[in-house]
């Protein structure tokens, strides 16, 4: 009895150590473009880097001018869009937390 019961208690801990790991330090950056006027900008181009300048990744936002970089590590980031001749400022040292989204908002104007 003493032996099932020790099992038992090894495999709760290892089943709550895989499941504390699996989600560690993920977040994710989210936002919408938008042109001079406020409007949602689709297909607009989306660059992400760590914000050390590393690591960068693109996406395109959708329809709604939403895009979406999901499942990244815990850190700062930092993101940019253009379209048609024209670019948003980057946003600096963005902080994405585990477990969360972070919303920015990207303003297109003319180069």
Same mark, same amino acid.
Request: charged share 20%.
């Given at each position: ?6 099992? @038992? @208690?090894?495999?709760? %801990? ?13 977040? %994710? ?17 989306? %660059? ?23 499942? @990244? ?39």
């Amino acid at each position: 009895m003493k032996r099932m019961a020790l099992i @038992l @208690l090894l495999v709760a %801990t290892v089943v709550s150590i895989g499941f504390s790991q699996s989600d560690t330090g993920m977040g %994710t950056l989210a936002g919408t473009v938008l042109d001079s006027r406020g409007k949602a900008v689709a297909g607009a181009s989306v %660059t992400m880097q760590s914000a050390t300048g590393g690591d960068p990744h693109a996406t395109k936002s959708n329809a709604q001018g939403r895009f979406f970089f999901p499942e @990244l590590v815990h850190g700062y980031y930092d993101v940019r869009a253009s379209s048609g001749g024209m670019t948003s400022e980057w946003k600096h040292n963005l902080e994405v937390n585990t477990g969360k989204q972070t919303e920015v908002t990207l303003r297109l104007r003319a180069k």
